[in-house]
C-alpha cells in the first residue's frame, strides 16, 4: 500500500549523487561516484574491505565532506537542496527526521545507559513531543512492530542481546517516519540466525513502509534479499551496477563475477 | 610581620573586569553559560569559589552582604565566606535577607521575597544541565546554540518510568526567557517557581567549570516537565515546628538520640524572624537560637 | 491487434572472465512478437537459449541488442534500455514469470509467498491471502502446508507455489519456464486449465513446455528457438 503513496513522487529523485569523490591523501577513497536514488528504492552499495563504501555512505549521509561533487536531497516539501549548502542545524535536523542510519554496531546508534523506551522516545522528544503517555506508547508500539517484548520497555540496552539491540536500533531510527535510512552492515557481527531475523525484519519494514534505503555490505545475500538495485565497488569505483537480480544473475564485469562465484552454494 | 593587605574584595581590578564582562554578557544572554578565566581562589574549588568571584567582582563600599548555605547564615562555610569578605573588602555584613543588597547563596533561595536592586549570587558545581546524559561538552554546546533540548526531556521520561513521576528534586532544569536550558544550582525544586519573574538579578558562578550565567530582573523562568506530568512544588506535611511556617522549606532535625526529629524552616533569618513576630509552631515554646560563635 | 511482446533483433553473449574470458555466444536476430490471449511456446533442444530468451523477456537476464517492447499501461516500454525503477514497475503491474525453480524469499509462510504480488498492487492482506488459499487448493497444496515456508516441500510442490504465485495477480503477460516439468497428471490438467483460463482472459503468455501433448494443448504458436542460434 505504501507503494501507492509514492507512485505520485515515484518519478522525482529523492538523493542524487553527482560526481563524488574524497581522498585521503595519495589514497583515492572514492573516485567520480553518481547515481540516483528514487522513492521506495533500495539501493545496495556492495564491495569488498576497501572498496570505499562506507566512504561513499558516510558522504551521502553528510557526515564526511566530499572532496569534489554533491549530494542532492528532496525535502520534504519537494524543493532538491545540496546537502553542503544546508546549515548545520538543518543537517541535523534532516537527520533526527526524515533520515535515519542503522550502524553496524547498534551500542554507537543507542544511548546504552537510557531505557529502550527512551531511546525510542527521544526522537519525538526532539522534535518537540511533550506528553509522557502519548511517547511512551509510540514508543511501545514500535517495539512491538520490531518484536521486542514491550515489557522490557524500560530496561537499557545494556541488557539486551545483540540482535535486539539491533532492532532497536531500528525502531529507534524509524520512529520519525524517515524516507531515506541508510545502513552500514547492519547484519555484520551477528549471529547466522539472528541475521535472518532481523533481514525478515528490515525487508517487511521497508516495503511497509516505503522506504528508500541504501544499504552498504559486502555480503551478496543481504543485496538479494533487501536490495532492488546494486552497485559493486572496487578501488574506490562502482564497477557495475542495475537491477539487483540482474547483476547478480547476469553479472557482466570479471570482479562481479568473482564475487558472485565466491558465494558458498546453499 | 605586618598583615598581607589585599586589593578591595581580594581580586585585582583587572581580574574584576574580565568578571563583569562576563557578567555583562551573561545578563544579555539569559541561561546561557559564558566561559571565563576562574582564578585561584584561596579556598579550594567546589567550595564556592564561582559565587565567591563573582560576589568579588560586583561588591562596592557600600553593600551589605549576606552570605547563606543551605538557607543557614551559621554554618561554617556560610560564617568563612562572610568574614573572607568583611576583612577583605571591610563591608558590613547582615543576616536579614530584607537588608542586605548582595546575597551569595549555596543551595537554597531565601524565603522572604527579594526586592528591585538585591543581586542573588548562586554557588553552582556543574553548569552544564545535560552533563550527565552526553559527557561530551562539545556535543552539549552545539545542543544548546541549535537549542537541541529533546534529551533533557530524556533524562525526565527516564523519571518518569523509572520512578512513576519525575523524582528530580533538586538541581531541577528551567528554561529561561523560552531559550536557553539552564540548571539552576542544587537547589531544591521547591525554590524553583521563585526564580521566575524575580525583582531581584540572579548571577550564577561555577569556579571550577568555569562557566557564569545570569537571570535579569523579571525573567521568565519556566520549569521542564511534560502536560501529563506537569511541575508540582513539593509540600511539606507539616508546617515549620517553630515558627508555624507553611509554605517554608523545611531541614530536618535530629533531637534525641531515640530517632525524634522536628522540621524546621531551612532559612534560619526567616524562621527568626517569625518567631519575633509572635509566630509560634508546636515546638516553639521558647525561640530556638543557637549560642553564637566566633 | 497489437502485440503486447515485441522482440526485435535481441541477441545475448556471455563472456566468462573467470574462464579467460571464453565468449559464449547464445541468441542472435530473435524476433517475435506475442499478441494478448495468445500462447507462443519456444521450442528447441536443452541450451538452446529458451530460458535465457524468456529471463530477458522479464529483465531478470540483460540484452546485448536489439530491443525487447513490452506493452507497459498501453504503451510500448523497451526492456533493454528501462531503468531499474521502471523494470520493477513492469515485473509488478504487467509481467508474472513462473520460473523453471521456485526462488522463494527463505521462511516466508507459502500462503504469504502466494498472496505477495497481491499485496504490493494494493490488495489487502486479507484479502489477498483469501485468493491465495483458493488457489492453493484449486493446485492440490493441502492447506496444513499453507503456513510453512515451501524450501522444504517435494519438487512438485514448490513448483505448484511458483505457479500460484505467478497465476494470482490478473498480469496480462505471463512467462512461464516449464511450468508442468515435476507434475503428476492430475496436476497438469489443473495447470493446463489455469493457462487455458488466462488466454481467455486475453494474457499474452510465452511459455518452455518438452512435453509434446500439452504443448499441443495449450500453444498457438511454436517458435523454433534453433532459428535464431549464434554462429558457433
Known amino acids: 500500500m505504501a507503494d501507492r503513496l509514492h507512485l505520485a513522487n515515484a518519478d522525482q529523485p529523492l538523493l542524487v549523487a553527482e560526481n563524488l569523490s574524497k581522498n585521503y591523501g595519495a589514497l583515492v577513497a572514492c573516485r567520480d561516484i553518481s547515481f540516483t536514488l528514487y522513492p521506495g528504492e533500495v539501493l545496495a552499495i556492495v564491495g569488498e574491505s576497501g572498496s570505499g563504501k562506507t566512504t561513499l555512505l558516510q558522504m551521502l549521509s553528510a557526515q564526511l565532506a566530499p572532496k569534489s561533487g554533491r549530494v542532492f536531497y528532496r525535502m520534504r516539501d519537494g524543493v532538491l537542496r545540496d546537502l553542503n549548502a544546508l546549515g548545520e542545524a538543518e543537517r541535523r535536523f534532516l537527520f533526527r527526521t526524515d533520515w535515519g542510519y542503522v550502524h553496524q554496531d547498534p551500542a554507537q546508534g543507542l544511548r546504552m545507559a537510557v531505557s529502550a523506551g527512551a531511546n525510542v522516545g527521544e526522537r519525538l522528544m526532539a522534535v518537540g513531543w511533550n506528553h509522557y503517555g502519548r511517547i511512551r506508547g509510540t514508543a511501545s508500539s514500535w517495539l512491538e512492530r520490531v518484536e521486542i517484548d514491550t515489557a522490557r520497555i524500560d530496561d537499557t540496552p545494556r541488557t539486551y542481546s545483540g540482535g535486539m ?24 557481527g551477528l ?74 552454494p546453499p | 610581620m605586618t598583615a598581607p593587605s589585599y586589593n578591595f574584595a581580594y581580586l585585582d581590578e583587572q581580574t574584576k573586569r574580565m568578571i563583569r564582562r562576563a557578567i555583562l ?74 537588608e542586605a543588597s548582595v546575597i551569595q547563596t549555596r543551595h537554597r533561595i531565601p524565603e522572604a521575597p527579594l526586592h528591585c ?40 521520561y527516564e523519571d518518569i518510568a523509572r520512578f512513576g513521576h519525575i523524582a528530580t528534586s533538586y538541581a531541577y532544569p528551567v528554561k529561561v526567557n523560552a531559550r536557553y536550558v539552564m540548571d539552576p544550582s542544587p537547589t531544591p525544586k521547591f525554590d524553583n517557581p521563585k526564580m521566575d519573574n524575580c525583582p531581584a538579578l540572579q548571577l550564577f558562578g561555577a569556579g571550577r567549570e568555569k562557566r557564569i550565567y545570569a537571570i535579569p530582573p523579571y525573567t ?75 | 491487434m497489437s502485440a503486447m511482446i515485441d522482440i526485435l533483433e535481441a541477441e545475448k553473449t556471455f563472456t ?41 523477456i522479464f529483465g531478470n537476464y540483460r540484452c546485448d541488442g536489439g530491443r525487447i517492447s513490452i506493452r507497459h499501461r498501453g504503451n510500448l516500454i ?38 505477495e504480488p497481491l499485496i504490493v498492487t494494493g490488495t489487502s492482506r486479507a484479502e489477498a491471502r483469501g485468493q491465495a488459499g483458493d488457489l492453493l487448493g484449486f493446485l492440490n497444496i493441502p492447506e496444513r502446508l499453507w503456513t510453512l515456508p515451501p524450501a522444504t516441500f517435494s519438487g512438485g510442490e514448490q513448483q505448484r507455489v511458483n505457479i500460484a504465485s505467478g497465476f494470482i495477480s490478473d498480469h496480462p503477460i ?41 504443448r499441443r494443448r495449450i500453444a498457438d504458436r511454436v517458435v523454433d528457438v534453433t532459428t535464431f542460434a549464434a554462429a558457433a
Open chain 2, 25 to 98: 554578557k551573561a545578563i544579555a544572554i539569559p541561561g546561557y553559560q559564558v566561559p571565563f578565566a576562574s582564578r585561584e581562589m584561596p579556598m579550594p574549588y567546589g567550595w564556592g569559589t564561582g559565587g565567591v568571584q563573582v560576589t568579588a567582582a560586583i561588591l562596592g563600599p557600600q553593600d551589605r552582604l549576606k552570605v547563606i548555605d543551605q538557607g543557614s547564615d551559621d554554618t561554617t562555610n556560610a560564617i568563612s565566606i562572610r568574614k573572607f569578605f568583611a576583612k577583605t573588602a571591610g563591608v558590613a555584613t547582615t543576616s536579614s535577607t530584607r
Open chain 1, 165 to 188: 539491540r539491533q532492532r532497536l536500533q531500528i525502531a529507534r531510527n524509524l520512529v520519525t517516519e524517515p524516507r531515506l535510512v541508510f545502513m552500514d552492515e547492519p547484519t555484520g
Open chain 1, 191 to 264: 549471529d547466522v540466525s539472528v541475521q535472518a531475523r532481523l533481514l525478515d525484519l528490515m525487508r517487511n519494514l521497508v516495503s511497509e513502509l516505503g522506504l528508500a534505503a541504501i544499504v552498504v555490505t559486502h555480503d551478496l545475500a543481504v543485496a538479494r534479499l533487501l536490495s532492488h538495485r546494486v552497485m559493486v565497488m572496487k578501488g574506490g569505483q562502482v564497477i557495475e551496477t542495475g537491477l539487483t537480480d540482474q547483476v547478480l544473475d547476469d553479472p557482466h564485469e570479471p570482479y562481479t563475477q568473482l564475487l558472485v562465484s565466491s558465494i558458498l
Open chain 3, 16 to 56: 566468462m572472465h573467470l574462464q579467460g574470458g571464453v565468449r559464449l555466444a547464445v541468441v542472435r536476430g530473435v524476433t517475435f512478437e506475442v499478441k494478448a490471449g495468445e500462447c507462443v511456446v519456444l521450442s528447441g533442444p536443452s541450451g538452446a537459449g529458451k530460458s535465457s530468451i524468456l529471463k530477458m
Open chain 2, 117 to 156: 536592586g538585591q543581586v542573588l549570587v548562586y554557588q553552582v558545581p556543574i553548569p552544564e544541565p545535560l552533563r550527565f546524559l552526553e559527557p561530551r561538552e562539545t556535543e552539549t554546546r552545539r545542543m544548546h546554540a541549535l537549542s537541541e533540548y529533546g534529551l533533557m526531556h530524556v533524562k525526565l
Open chain 3, 78 to 115: 523497451d526492456l533493454a534500455k528501462a531503468e531499474p525503477r521502471e523494470v520493477l514497475r513492469v515485473r509488478r503491474e504487467t509481467i508474472g514469470y513462473v520460473s523453471q525453480f521456485l526462488r522463494a524469499v527463505p521462511r516466508v509462510a507459502t500462503i504469504d509467498v502466494v498472496a
Open chain 2, 220 to 294: 521568565k523562568v519556566v520549569s521542564l516537565d511534560f502536560e501529563d506530568h506537569p511541575f508540582t512544588r513539593y509540600r511539606f506535611e507539616a508546617p515549620c515546628a517553630l515558627c508555624g511556617a507553611e509554605d517554608a522549606y523545611l531541614d530536618e532535625i535530629v533531637t534525641d538520640d531515640a530517632g525524634s526529629r522536628m522540621f524546621v524552616c531551612s532559612d534560619t533569618d526567616y524562621c527568626e524572624g517569625r518567631q519575633a513576630a509572635g509566630h509560634r509552631g508546636r515546638e516553639g515554646q521558647a525561640p530556638y537560637r543557637e549560642k553564637a560563635h566566633g
Open chain 3, 174 to 214: 505471463l512467462l512461464l519456464d516449464e511450468p508442468t516439468a515435476s507434475l503428476d497428471a492430475a496436476n497438469r490438467e489443473v495447470v493446463v486449465r489455469l493457462i487455458d483460463k488466462k488466454k481467455r482472459a486475453g494474457v499474452a503468455i510465452v511459455a518452455i513446455v518438452h512435453d509434446d501433448e500439452i
